[in-house]
């Protein structure tokens, strides 16, 4: 079954514990993309990769990191997280380059920073 | 910078009425994909416009995109509880391969 695999669905943590948020996707996509939802503000882009080593910021990357050093996988890295990285986090994946083709979700991440 | 705006931001309807969410933006698109995530879920692609003036149907979703490519809707006939979600509508404007979410609409259905 074609899927975006994410975990954990749901992680509770303190400030300036690092975490990392794995993304994975078996459809052999060469795009991949982490977005943020926050109530009223719709799904913003944090990070976006367009192939393996290929990595561009997107609207609100600060306070982020990815790598991309497998294609399938592209894991989102919070080095030192605080209470306003508190959201519902999406990892995407899609065909073709951004905004061509659809964007295939992940079950999401609910992440909660004390 | 670039913004789509999407209204409304709720909208609650008796099941069996109808239901519409508009999607505007000051610059001309290239293209756009509308999204439904259920309560709980994560979004999923419903379908995408190109043309200008694109009308495309899905049993009771109709999706329309406008004469001028600035603004697009999704209209919903004759509700039911299954259509209870958030609607987005994703934007590519010309010469950028980036798409941008609108704020979506929360649909809440009365049976």
């Known amino acids: 079954e074609a899927q975006v695999t994410q975990n954990p669905r749901y992680l509770i943590t303190v400030t300036g514990k690092k975490l990392t948020v794995t993304c994975s996707q078996n459809m052999n996509h060469e795009y991949m993309s982490w977005y943020r939802q926050d109530p009223g503000l719709g799904l913003r882009q944090i990070y976006y990769s367009m192939n393996v080593e290929v990595t561009d910021k997107g609207d609100v990357p600060e306070g982020y990191k990815v790598s991309r050093k497998e294609k399938r996988n592209f894991p989102l890295i919070l080095e030192s997280p605080s209470p306003n990285q508190t959201s519902l986090y999406f990892c995407a994946s899609t065909e073709g380059p951004g905004g061509i083709s659809p964007l295939h979700f992940g079950n999401g991440t609910r992440l909660t920073v004390t | 910078g670039q913004q789509v705006m999407q209204i409304p931001q709720y909208q609650h309807v008796q099941e069996g009425e109808d239901f519409t969410t508009y999607c505007n933006s000051s610059t001309t698109l290239s293209n756009i994909q509308w999204y439904k995530q259920r309560p709980g879920g994560h979004p999923v692609f419903l379908i995408q416009?190109?043309?200008?003036?694109e009308v495309k149907k899905q049993k009771r979703l109709t999706f329309q995109f406008g004469e001028a490519k600035k603004n697009s809707s999704l209209h919903i006939t004759a509700t039911q509880t299954t259509d209870v979600g958030t609607y987005f509508c994703?934007?590519?404007?010309?010469?950028?391969?980036?798409?941008?979410f609108g704020s979506g609409t929360r649909l809440l259905v009365r049976p």
């Open positions: 416009l190109v043309k200008s003036g």
């Open positions: 994703a934007v590519r404007m010309d010469s950028s391969y980036k798409l941008i």
